[in-house]
């Protein structure tokens, strides 16, 4: 009982504060100098964030709001996204970066509370090469690696992006990313490969993969049967990368892969390829991104609702207005509206009958951000076509949103 109540007392007495000293040579007052913490303080003051001459992490995030008024449901708002960032310069060259998301206020209907999105090291090997390891996002195409609701003039991710590539797709592993800018030119390369846990599609009696949610309940990061978040459901690694060619400022190209085994067997590949292409110019911007997927499907697996090919795509044009009223009601010089139009469109092959699973989407919609691109509220008109095995169901929706960067 003695030790016991030593150990309370311990951890309910104040800590001796830790007394600034000159720094060496420099002379800054708020050096603190790295000396072995008082006895019995080693696991709370032997931290390096502590011993450092200046704050080496800073703290940003950004936040939404949603409401949604969908055809055959309850109009309602949906406190949908807090993302906390933290990134931190270690050394001069190991740098950590990590986004912890919270959806739906901290409640999730899934059963997820607080999410990693991602959490990675990163060391720099050469100005051109780097090395990462830890949770990363997928690099199968652009949207997924910007896909912040700040930077986005639309309130729901594109269509393909739900099932076929479920944004916000992560997982973990490691691999190499870097870069290449040709010298006095515009020109620049840029890669990034990785070997990843892959996508859990479960046993083949049993998967997680389907006609009817594609990829979505086999994401990395969910917990599919007994696999854990974050790890993997066979022995076989997936290969995933993505580069991309900039010619000039507002152009850029990318082909994207990932490819890997997705049953607890280990019995049945898969290989997702994606294209996207960015262009801006003055005033307009069109993206264009696409993947198509492949799985190899034993007859049970078949029998149980399994897929063999998923495709989807999207094209999205907007012109950015920066009219002189606008400057009085966002207070900013770069106050601007943006309408743009979104068509969307995805076929994911049905087993259990002749014709595949076809959804179509037409986006209008019009964002007005208040400043440099930090803040933007949005309202959209969303029509959705189910065709093929699907039966059309009534679920057009007006939505409006506001996000902001902090």
Do not use: C
Request: cysteine-free; overall charge negative; hydrophobic content about 40%.
């Amino acid at each position: 009982m003695l030790p016991a109540l030593s150990l309370v007392a311990l951890l309910a007495a104040p800590a001796a504060p830790v007394q600034a000293e000159p720094g060496p040579e420099t002379g800054d007052d708020y050096f603190i100098p790295r000396r072995r913490p008082a006895e019995g303080q080693e696991g709370l003051y032997s931290k390096p964030f502590l011993y450092a001459r200046e704050g080496v992490a800073r703290v940003g995030g950004y936040v939404d709001l949603e409401l949604r008024n969908e055809e055959g449901k309850n109009t309602s708002y949906r406190a949908h996204r807090l993302v906390p960032f933290i990134y931190a310069s270690v050394s001069d060259r190991v740098s950590f970066a990590t986004e912890i998301e919270l959806e739906d206020a901290g409640e999730d209907a899934e059963g997820g509370l607080i999410e990693t999105e991602f959490a990675f090291i990163d060391y720099n090997l050469t100005d051109h090469l780097t090395g990462r390891a830890g949770v990363i996002l997928t690099p199968l195409g652009r949207l997924n690696l910007l896909h912040d609701s700040p930077l986005l003039d639309s309130t729901d991710r594109p269509l393909m992006h739900t099932r076929i590539v479920p944004s916000t797709l992560r997982e973990s592993g490691m691999g190499l990313l870097g870069s290449w800018v040709r010298t006095g030119g515009d020109l620049r390369l840029g890669w990034e490969a990785y070997a990843t846990q892959g996508f859990k599609g479960g046993a083949q009696t049993a998967p997680a993969i389907s006609a009817a949610n594609g990829f979505r309940n086999a994401r990395p990061h969910k917990k599919v049967n007994n696999v854990k978040a974050y790890t993997d459901n066979n022995s076989n690694m997936a290969a995933v990368g993505r580069v991309t060619a900039s010619p000039f400022v507002g152009l850029e190209g990318g082909l994207s892969w990932h490819v890997g085994s997705w049953d607890d067997q280990n019995e049945n590949d898969y290989g997702a390829y994606g294209l996207d292409l960015h262009w801006a110019s003055g005033r307009w911007e069109l993206d264009l991104e696409g993947v198509a997927v492949g799985l190899d499907t034993t007859a049970t697996a078949k029998a149980a609702g399994v897929p063999d090919r998923m495709l989807g795509g999207y094209a999205q044009v907007e012109h950015h207005l920066y009219w002189s009223a606008l400057r009085h009601v966002g207070g900013d010089e770069d106050a601007h509206l943006t309408p743009f139009v979104r068509l969307g469109r995805e076929v994911i092959d049905n087993p259990a009958s002749v014709a595949d699973n076809e959804r179509e989407r037409v986006t209008v919609g019009l964002s007005f951000r208040p400043n440099a691109s930090h803040t933007v509220f949005k309202f959209e008109r969303q029509l959705n076509d189910e065709s093929g095995a699907l039966a059309d169901v009534d679920d057009d929706a007006w939505l409006w949103s506001v996000a902001t960067y902090f």
